[in-house]
């Protein structure tokens, strides 16, 4: 149904962020790196959709 799939997507987005930031805790890689490496094409489309999501940048939870 489209509501499972939309739910599906969201999960996945979810899920990649998620790994994102054990990438970001856990390792000095750049984050254009693990952007690609979870999925995203665009650098920029991952910092907003980490934004979206975490409530700040990449960066700004790296530091943290």
Same mark, same amino acid.
């Given at each position: ?7 599906? !997507?969201? &999960?996945? !987005? @979810? &899920? @990649?962020?998620?790994?994102?930031? *054990?990438?970001? #805790?856990?390792? #000095? ?6 952007? *690609?490496?979870?999925? &995203? *094409?665009?650098? $920029? @489309?991952? $910092?907003?959709?980490? #934004? !979206? ?6 960066? *700004? &939870? @790296? #530091?943290?």
């Amino acid at each position: 149904s489209a509501a499972s799939d939309v739910y599906k !997507r969201q &999960y996945m !987005r @979810r &899920y @990649r962020i998620h790994m994102a930031c *054990e990438r970001l #805790k856990n390792t #000095k890689d750049a984050i254009a790196d693990i952007a *690609e490496e979870v999925g &995203y *094409e665009s650098p $920029s @489309r991952f $910092s907003a959709a980490f #934004k !979206r999501i975490v409530g700040m940048k990449p960066s *700004e &939870y @790296r #530091k943290q």
